[in-house]
């Protein structure tokens, strides 16, 4: 569904966008991983076409988003990290703003706008402010207008940014919901999010991707060989003189224990050799209680902190629409004042975020 080839974004002499390639096949939840300033919002805006590659191609159901920039981006929601709402309209007259943007047939966008307030749940709030709105339905009503015109591929940029724990379960179910129709690249630094909702997660660093798969292959091919970490009822040195005779074993250390009367051992062996089955044989052998007996394998985190260790400098900053009434206003292209999400007439006179009252 979505092609980046050899995907360049350079800001004078800094590369903000590596020469990145990746493929989104249909129908899949796409995790987007990385630390601030890695990247992540970059590419998402040059996905969308909000920005322009310095280099390279963007493919979206085999349409060029540079090349042919409205087709493109019918077949793409998206729903930035700070949804561009405005604030002194209702939910409902916000939904049909967006509707007409996105040229939505005036006949459908009735159905439409029912549809998609029941998906995220923002029906009962449709005659309500959005500035009175809490967080939460804020972020809802902003995927509500990323659904509009049912797109085929929906981007999502930090979506359960601000929200609280039931906030952040209910977007993850809802998520997983929409994957049933939609394409879905989500983007996030929250490891458990995408490790409990992705299908396929692609690690990028500096701009540049470091490491892509479904988290499980992940975790078993960046891991390496797993130790092994023992407690064993028995004085410590007998224990060690019994492990140390298993073959494959390259390195054998032993922890502080806090159990009476026993000792806690880790065990490296070589590649590929796996020394449960010895270990429990060798304990029950000796006639020494094996009370406990775990890999201690690598986490999507320990990989996440591994490949991203060293600091990352602050992402430049995202190239903004002129002002209403500046001097470079009509330089903008109509095109670029179709799209939603980071879209030039949504962007323009957005109003300030206004403080939040309760919401039932």
Do not use: W
């Not at 990385?34 to 990247?39: T, V």
């Not at 996030?188 to 470091?210: A, F, R």
């Not at 073959?247 to 590649?271: K, N, Q, V």
Request: aromatic share 4%; with cysteine.
């Amino acid at each position: 569904m979505i092609e980046v080839r050899d995907l360049v974004k350079q800001y004078g002499n800094r590369l903000a966008v590596d020469h990145l390639s990746f493929t989104v096949p249909d129908g899949q939840i796409f995790g987007f991983l990385g630390p601030n300033g890695a990247g992540k919002s970059t590419t998402m805006n040059l996905m969308t076409g909000y920005l322009g590659p310095t280099s390279g191609e963007i493919l979206v159901d085999g349409v060029s988003v540079t090349k042919e920039p409205e087709k493109a981006k019918q077949q793409i929601g998206y729903l930035p990290e700070l949804p561009p709402l405005y604030m002194d309209m209702t939910v409902d007259e916000y939904l049909r703003f967006a509707a007409q943007l996105k040229k939505v047939p005036k006949k459908e966008r009735d159905a439409q706008i029912d549809r998609v307030a029941g998906m995220t749940g923002v029906d009962q709030v449709l005659g309500r402010l959005i500035r009175n709105l809490s967080k939460g339905y804020r972020q809802r009503v902003g995927l509500a207008q990323a659904l509009l015109g049912f797109p085929k591929v929906l981007i999502l940029d930090e979506p359960t940014v601000g929200l609280d724990p039931k906030q952040i379960l209910e977007m993850r179910t809802l998520i997983r919901q929409l994957a049933r129709e939609h394409t879905v690249i989500l983007s996030s630094h929250i490891l458990s999010e995408v490790q409990e909702v992705c299908d396929h997660l692609l690690i990028i660093h500096h701009g540049k991707k470091v490491a892509a798969g479904e988290p499980a292959e992940l975790e078993r091919s960046l891991s390496g060989n797993p130790a092994l970490e023992v407690v064993v009822r028995g004085e410590g040195e007998l224990v060690r003189s019994q492990l140390a005779l298993l073959s494959g074993i390259t390195a054998l250390t032993r922890h502080d224990c806090t159990e009476d009367g026993c000792c806690a051992f880790r065990l490296e062996s070589a590649p590929e050799t796996d020394l449960r089955e010895a270990v429990f044989q060798t304990c029950a052998q000796a006639g020494l209680p094996l009370l406990e007996l775990r890999r201690d394998t690598l986490t999507l985190e320990d990989i996440f902190l591994k490949l991203t260790s060293d600091d990352v400098e602050r992402e430049p900053a995202k190239e903004k629409p002129t002002k209403r009434g500046g001097k470079d206003r009509a330089r903008l292209s109509q095109a670029d004042q179709v799209k939603l999400g980071e879209d030039i007439q949504v962007q323009l006179d957005e109003p300030q975020p206004e403080e939040e009252e309760e919401q039932p």
